[in-house]
């Protein structure tokens, strides 16, 4: 099973801070999706991470994100249709 090193760059907004960016390098598989990726980094990296998502079969729309400046619903995007071996997924509400 091929698996990739991406970057996630996360968009974070806390209390009595200014907006910034969070990175987070993971191994992935290419064919998983954009919500496994983020689930794992909450699971693994940082439980303050706070997102959307029900379904999981792109029928409610729940975990729609901006993934590289792009609407997506990150419950179906794999990561190989957004990145590369290497590379980074710019992540915002």
């Given at each position: 099973?091929?698996?990739?090193?991406?970057?996630?760059?996360?968009?974070r907004?806390?209390?009595?801070?200014?907006p910034?960016?969070?990175?987070?390098?993971?191994?992935?598989v290419?064919?998983?999706?954009?919500?496994?990726?983020?689930?794992?980094i909450?699971a693994?990296?940082?439980?303050?991470l706070?997102?959307?998502?029900a379904c999981?079969?792109?029928?409610c729309g729940?975990?729609?994100m901006?993934?590289?400046?792009?609407?997506?619903?990150t419950?179906?995007?794999?990561i190989?249709?957004?990145?590369?071996?290497?590379?980074?997924?710019?992540?915002?509400?």
């Open positions: 099973m091929t698996q990739w090193n991406v970057t996630f760059r996360v968009f907004c806390k209390q009595g801070k200014s910034y960016y969070d990175e987070f390098t993971i191994k992935v290419p064919e998983e999706f954009i919500l496994d990726a983020v689930e794992r909450w693994f990296h940082d439980r303050s706070c997102y959307n998502h999981h079969h792109s029928t729940a975990c729609g901006r993934i590289n400046h792009r609407e997506k619903l419950c179906i995007t794999p190989h249709a957004v990145t590369r071996d290497g590379g980074t997924v710019l992540v915002e509400p």
